[in-house]
């Protein structure tokens, strides 16, 4: 086994992350999905990295987050597609304050 690395955010243990979800495309690269809340009482987002497996020297990719929204998101589903396009599916409350199923694509 490799030495345990932190995915979510490096450097930032004032964080909360959860429910991670993970992939391997034909590419050979590794994503991961997962929720994050910093305990400043910000509300959870849904953020992406990826890893190449081919080239694990280069590390993780910067994280990004997908719902990108000021209301709290939630991850569901993740997918890829025959074109090694990645979708995720979240649940966001948006201004109705009812949660909605969202959808983001790579």
Known sequence: ???PEIVSTPGNLNIYS???RALLDRRG???IVFNQRANT???DQVWHRSLDTGR????????VN????????????LHLDSQDGLHVFFRAVPGTGASQLHHART
């Open 29 to 31: 690269l590794l994503h």
């Open 1 to 3: 086994w490799s030495t």
């Open 18 to 20: 959860s429910m991670p």
């Open 41 to 43: 009482g910000s509300v």
């Open 56 to 63: 694990i020297a280069l590390g993780w990719s910067p994280a």
């Open 66 to 77: 997908v719902s990108r929204a000021t209301q709290p998101a939630w991850l569901e589903r």
